[in-house]
């Protein structure tokens, strides 16, 4: 995405990918009921265009609004979650496409006609980025509401790369000095160190030794702790965690809702003695070497605490994915500073229907396995900014959710493989579980 060629291509697969999300939805998905995890889909897909129009079209050239009235539903600082579920606040399929066709044409004529300057393919950067987490959450706003999973990648199509290992144990990373986030003010910001501004600036820190699992815990592992009474066991579970636990939740739609409070992941339940997981609109066995997913923060916290293991720091969990010593070039991805997105479960391919040992192409060099893709991994880390933060163009990509917000790294399934990196970093609350989101464990 670095010259006119790839940029327009990849706004050209953004667009694709964003709009066919909803052009495969009938009429009463799009009137998919209120749920707090979920935007309305054409509220997803109007607000994605909108951030084209404000940081490019209206703040470099000056444009009018393509609709004023639009603008305030469109932008999220305008207009509460709960309001944007409003009857008749968001406009109809066919105009929200309009909006949004719109729009990205005159993106696509503003690249094509001018010359490409390093602070405008920034902007187009962050703005199709930006699109793609969209995606991310539209993708799991079909599994939260038992909607149909979006055949739209050609890697779904691509066989899973195996391994003969069953048990791969731990990886033991030693002290050391290492490097950790990306470059602030660098000559290549918007090429080869492009990152969001919680990745900056970079810094290095001093690690004591550590022991991290080379895998994500699985559903066999998880499944043990539930079988062990590990929901009823409240000596497991932090303060936060026993009034988590206490307390009902909209679980979203049938049968979730059944499960008034947590007994087991909130896609799981029991027939017959048999354990099934709901994968979309589809209740299928639970497979035992898959990696547990949709477990909040204080499911994966009183795991650990079962199992006499501890969730990694953000640090640690960088330090085993990318291995960047002080002092040496650092990379980018597990393997090194190209994305190889064959190594990887993203890009809404298999979404996260893999044994926890797949991928031994994609290992670090501590031979720890799926640390980017597959699921989001909770750390044991409060999302706070670097020393040094400022903000980014967009100032509230980060702020907002500093202090209240638990760190996860890696990137899921659904994350679009162009937007992530082993220093990147997102924040959700230590309840949400509806994210695509798993875990691996330390040793004490």
């Known amino acids: ?3 006119k060629d790839s940029l327009i291509q990849e706004l050209k697969n953004t667009q694709q990918k964003i709009v066919s999300l909803i052009t495969t939805l009938s009429d009463e998905e799009i009137a998919m009921p209120y749920q707090p995890g979920v935007n309305p889909p054409l509220w997803e897909l109007g607000h994605a265009a909108f951030f084209f129009e404000v940081f490019i079209l209206k703040e470099l050239d000056k444009a009018e609004s393509f609709d004023p009235s639009m603008d305030d539903i469109w932008d999220s600082f305008n207009i509460d979650h709960e309001d944007r579920w ?20 005159r993106i696509l004529s503003r690249i094509e006609n001018r010359e490409l300057s390093q602070a405008d393919l920034y902007l187009y950067k962050y703005a199709i980025f930006h699109q793609n987490m969209h995606i991310e959450s539209l993708i799991w706003a079909r599994q939260t509401m038992g909607y149909k999973k979006m055949e739209f990648s050609q890697s779904a199509n691509q066989p899973i790369p195996l391994s003969d290992e069953s048990d791969l144990g731990d990886a033991d990373i030693p002290a050391g000095r290492y490097w950790i986030g990306m ?3 660098s000559p290549q910001f918007a090429t080869e160190d492009f990152a969001f501004d919680n990745e900056k600036p970079g810094f290095e820190i001093e690690m004591e030794g550590f022991s991290i699992s080379k895998t994500l815990v699985s559903n066999e592992e998880y499944l043990a702790f539930i079988e062990d009474g590990g929901y009823q066991n409240k000596e497991l579970w932090s303060w936060g965690g026993k009034k988590w636990l206490g307390t009902e939740h909209d679980f979203g739609t049938p049968p979730e809702k059944l499960m ?3 007994k087991h992941p909130v896609y799981w339940k029991q027939e017959d003695g048999v354990w099934l997981e709901r994968h979309f609109d589809q209740w299928q066995p639970l497979v035992a070497d898959y990696p547990v997913t949709h477990v909040s923060f204080f499911e994966a916290e009183a795991f650990c605490n079962w199992a006499g293991r501890r969730l990694p720091t953000e640090y640690e969990w960088e330090v085993a994915a990318l291995a960047n010593r002080a002092g040496q070039t650092p990379r980018k ?17 298999h979404v996260a229907q893999i044994p926890v040992t797949a991928y031994p192409e994609g290992d670090s060099p501590f031979g720890c396995r799926q640390m980017l893709g597959t699921v989001w991994e909770w750390t044991s880390s409060q999302y706070l900014p670097y020393p040094g933060f400022t903000v980014d163009m967009y100032v509230f990509m980060s702020t907002l959710q500093f202090g209240y917000h638990k760190t996860t790294r890696g990137g899921s399934c659904a994350t679009s493989s162009i937007l992530i990196r082993g220093s990147y970093r997102q924040a959700y609350l230590p309840e949400r579980n509806d994210v695509f989101v798993g875990f691996r464990t330390c040793a004490l």
Not at 86 to 105: A, C, F
Not at 333 to 349: L, T
């Open 1 to 3: 995405m670095n010259d």
């Open 86 to 105: 409003q009857p008749g606040m968001i406009p109809s399929r066919e105009k929200t496409l309009d909006y949004v066709n719109e729009i990205h044409q």
């Open 183 to 185: 470059p602030a003010d």
């Open 260 to 262: 008034a409070t947590p």
């Open 333 to 349: 991805f597990p393997w090194g500073n190209e994305m190889d997105s064959s190594k990887v479960d993203m890009n809404g391919g």
